[in-house]
């Protein structure tokens, strides 16, 4: 009777898993890279600032980055699309959204 191992070739099953993650990696990783960089733009900060993820502890400060507010004005970037309306017309754009209409 023969075993598993000799049906199935191992290496072969371990190539296609290698691959299909390298393919997932490869088709996720400009995304990501894309949204963190944006991120880091509304609120003022480079993008390059991702490369503190490259020494220790930089994570860290990243989350901390990730988790600041939104710039309300331009900067060199533009606007944040959090505060992306002309503050005169739209004033209580946030405050229509909270009335009920009867």
């Known amino acids: 009777m023969a075993q598993l191992g000799q049906i199935i070739h191992v290496e ?3 190539q296609i898993v290698l691959g299909i993650s390298g393919v997932f990696i490869l088709g996720t990783l400009l995304p990501y890279l894309g949204l963190v960089a944006r ?3 509304d609120t003022g900060i480079s993008g390059l600032w991702w490369l503190l993820r490259l020494i220790p502890l930089g994570l860290v400060v990243l989350v901390i980055f990730y988790c600041l507010d939104s710039n309300r004005d331009s900067n060199k970037w533009g606007r944040s ?3 992306d309306y002309d503050h005169d017309e739209d004033s209580n754009l946030y405050e229509a959204h909270l009335v009920e209409e009867d």
């Open 12 to 14: 072969f099953i371990t």
């Open 39 to 41: 991120r880091l733009h």
């Open 81 to 83: 699309p959090k505060y």
